[in-house]
């Protein structure tokens, strides 16, 4: 498909740079499409009203890493500042990485974490890919090097934020989901910011059980679609687990008559890796690279909890490929008509193709 049917206008006013305080008291546009009304205001509060007893309701359990390692290449007695986002780790030492400017680095040469002159986690390039990507081979490995990513890493607060704003002490806990707890994404999954636990409460007390899974969000979120033609995109890999046990737990609640709601586009589509034809789920434990545009078939997901995304990105394909790129136009120019907030700290989406099930 054209990329350019995934564009549209959006004031920079629009943007949002803080979450909502309390994180529930976020709007809410719940979409129905081919519903009376199909687009309707609400506040993320209202997420237990507008779901059933015995719908299922799966979270991304990830946790953001402080990802953002700035250094110096180190090439005879010249230091050059070079900036490196990890996106993708391959195994205890290696990890793959977007480099700034990457033209600086070659293949064999040094990189040291930290200011210029003391001694701090070191690493050699590897091997070099398209678009700045580096593959980095650090002289520490395995829990040595997590200690060592946490302590000189910043966290990546996603380029439109960080453009207006440096990241400080509120983003640390703004930007961690309630869910958080295995290590290893370097984008938070946004739609999961929207919950406390009070709200959390009151879904349990509709009757609506909660699920976790997790898919370890690459820095390749970031990245805008360069092509024209969706056929011509590559999509980066992500690691995630899908365990048996939630599968089943997955499948008893829709042969019940249940809805299966992904909360975020990181659950949708690990969800959809790990379904079969037939429809059920089944354990999924590795890595995706799954590309969801418009004509694709969703066998898994029913609803979807999903934050306002870029024009022209792959998760406004995503979007659009699950209610339709027509109903996700006019959703989004009602959105920006009355001021919703946009991205990652921004207001939700709720998509509500068969409200009646």
């Given at each position: 498909?054209?990329?350019?049917?995934?564009?549209?206008?959006?004031?920079?006013?629009?943007?949002?740079?803080?979450?909502?305080?309390?994180?529930?008291?976020?709007?809410?546009?719940?979409?129905?499409?081919?519903?009376?009304?199909?687009?309707?205001?609400?506040?993320?509060?209202d997420?237990?009203?507008?779901?059933?007893?015995?719908?299922?309701?799966?979270?991304?359990?990830?946790?953001?890493?402080?990802?953002?390692?700035?250094?110096?290449?180190?090439?005879?007695?010249?230091?050059?500042?070079?900036?490196?986002?990890?996106?993708?780790?391959?195994?205890?030492?290696?990890?793959?990485?977007?480099?700034?400017?990457?033209?600086?680095?070659?293949?064999?040469?040094?990189?040291?974490?930290?200011?210029?002159?003391?001694?701090?986690?070191?690493?050699?390039?590897?091997?070099?890919?398209?678009?700045?990507?580096?593959?980095?081979?650090?002289?520490?490995?395995?829990?040595?090097?997590?200690?060592?990513?946490?302590?000189?890493?910043?966290l990546?607060?996603?380029?439109?934020?960080?453009?207006?704003?440096?990241?400080?002490?509120?983003?640390?806990?703004?930007?961690q989901?309630?869910?958080?707890?295995?290590?290893?994404?370097?984008?938070?999954?946004?739609?999961g910011?929207?919950?406390?636990p009070?709200?959390?409460?009151?879904?349990?007390?509709r009757?609506?059980?909660?699920?976790?899974t997790?898919?370890?969000?690459?820095?390749?979120?970031?990245?805008?679609?360069?092509?024209?033609?969706?056929?011509?995109?590559?999509?980066?890999?992500?690691?995630?687990?899908l365990?048996?046990e939630?599968?089943?737990?997955?499948?008893?609640?829709?042969?019940?008559?249940?809805?299966?709601?992904?909360?975020?586009?990181?659950?949708?589509?690990?969800?959809e890796?790990?379904?079969?034809e037939?429809?059920?789920?089944?354990?999924?434990?590795?890595?995706?690279?799954?590309?969801i545009?418009?004509?694709?078939?969703?066998?898994?997901?029913?609803?979807?909890?999903?934050?306002?995304?870029?024009?022209?990105?792959?998760?406004?394909?995503?979007?659009?490929?699950?209610?339709g790129?027509?109903?996700?136009?006019?959703?989004?120019?009602?959105?920006?008509?009355?001021?919703?907030?946009?991205?990652?700290?921004?207001?939700?989406?709720?998509?509500?193709?068969?409200a009646?099930?």
């Open positions: 498909m054209d990329v350019s049917l995934f564009d549209f206008d959006l004031p920079e006013d629009r943007i949002a740079l803080r979450p909502a305080v309390p994180r529930d008291s976020a709007r809410l546009l719940v979409v129905r499409p081919g519903g009376t009304p199909e687009l309707e205001d609400r506040l993320v509060s997420l237990p009203g507008l779901l059933a007893p015995g719908d299922a309701m799966v979270v991304n359990a990830t946790r953001v890493i402080p990802a953002r390692l700035r250094g110096y290449r180190l090439r005879g007695d010249q230091a050059a500042k070079v900036e490196l986002l990890l996106h993708q780790r391959l195994d205890s030492r290696r990890w793959k990485a977007f480099a700034r400017p990457a033209k600086k680095l070659g293949l064999g040469e040094r990189v040291r974490v930290g200011s210029g002159g003391d001694a701090g986690l070191e690493a050699t390039v590897e091997a070099r890919g398209e678009g700045g990507e580096v593959t980095l081979a650090f002289d520490l490995a395995g829990p040595d090097l997590d200690a060592a990513i946490a302590s000189s890493g910043e990546p607060l996603p380029p439109y934020i960080a453009a207006k704003r440096p990241t400080d002490a509120r983003d640390a806990d703004d930007y989901t309630f869910f958080a707890r295995e290590p290893g994404a370097v984008a938070a999954p946004t739609a910011l929207h919950f406390t009070a709200l959390l409460d009151a879904i349990a007390r009757g609506v059980s909660r699920h976790e997790v898919l370890h969000v690459g820095a390749g979120t970031f990245l805008p679609v360069k092509v024209e033609d969706t056929d011509d995109h590559r999509m980066h890999f992500e690691s995630g687990v365990t048996a939630t599968a089943e737990a997955l499948n008893a609640a829709r042969a019940a008559g249940g809805r299966l709601l992904a909360v975020g586009t990181t659950s949708a589509r690990l969800l890796s790990a379904v079969g037939d429809g059920r789920l089944g354990a999924f434990s590795g890595e995706t690279d799954i590309f545009t418009p004509g694709f078939r969703y066998r898994a997901v029913d609803a979807l909890l999903t934050n306002f995304h870029l024009p022209r990105s792959t998760l406004m394909m995503l979007v659009s490929a699950f209610a790129l027509d109903v996700v136009r006019r959703a989004y120019a009602h959105a920006v008509a009355e001021r919703y907030r946009f991205y990652s700290y921004g207001d939700a989406c709720l998509f509500l193709p068969d009646t099930r």
